[in-house]
């Protein structure tokens, strides 16, 4: 498994694992639900997403539609990170029963 580095100039320079969770599309994209990844200390979701579209640029396609979560609770690009959290990448869901 590689390993996963960004390292922004701007944000700190300790590093911090997260664990990416890919779902439906996105996993057959990357060919893995589950991928660690290490991060500057301070790194915010944005930074993690336009990695992983850079890493996996088919990703780059449904960059807008993408909900994102950390820990279990749908958090917007804007959120910062930190040492094991767990960043859940899914595509837009729908349908049901009304």
Do not use: C, K
């Amino acid at each position: 498994m590689r390993q996963r580095l960004i390292r922004p100039a701007a944000i700190g320079t300790e590093a911090m694992r997260v664990r990416v969770r890919l779902f439906a599309t996105y996993r057959e994209i990357a060919g893995e639900g589950a991928l660690p990844w290490n991060l500057p200390d301070g790194a915010r979701l944005r930074q993690l997403v336009d990695a992983l579209l850079g890493t996996y640029p088919r990703l780059a396609a449904h960059a807008d539609t993408m909900l994102l979560a950390v820990n279990l609770n749908y958090a917007s690009p804007d959120v910062v990170l930190h040492d094991g959290d767990e960043v859940a990448v899914m595509p837009p869901v729908s349908g049901g029963r009304t």
